[in-house]
């Protein structure tokens, strides 16, 4: 079957991707293509979290993934702060899109699923499993492995992995 769904005669559906993306692995771009195949657009929306201590901006983060995906127009990049649930209702997404690798992402996927669904049940969760070969990535030990001298090209994106060593080499 080729195309979108929408081209295939279905009305259009919109799933919304949310994440830290600091940075985007090829894990993340591995479900990307996944939700491609579902659904007509997917939205990437970058958590707005001044909690947490990234390593890059969010519109570095931003950029990234802008460059990453400056050839799939149905791939859309945005921000989001507050409610996951209420961001999907604002952009006019049913569905939240996220990756399990492993039994150990499942507990705490399965309490936000939940707790979405309970914020509102209109939007659903669909959860999607990563090619094995990236089972085992996460942003979190890209940047530790990258930091410490291991080449991360197999790992990130061509732009992440720009990123990263310029942050790097603009570091004293
Ligand atoms: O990449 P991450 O850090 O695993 O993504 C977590 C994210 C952004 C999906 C989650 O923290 C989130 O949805 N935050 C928005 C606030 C919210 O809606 N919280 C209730 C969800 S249970």
Redesign the pocket.
Known sequence: MKGSPASRGHRRSRAVY?????PITNGHVDIIERGLKVFDEVII?V?R?AE?RPLFSVDERVAIIRETYRRSPRVKVDT????????AVKVKATV?V?GLRAISDFE?EF???L??RR?NPKIETVFMMPAERYSYIS?RLVKEVFELGAPVTDLVPPAAERLLREKKAGRP
């Open positions: 949310p994440g830290s993306f600091d929306a958590l979290n947490k989001f702060s507050g409610l996951l649930v209420d961001y939240i996220r705490f309490q936000m699923a707790m979405n914020l942003s």
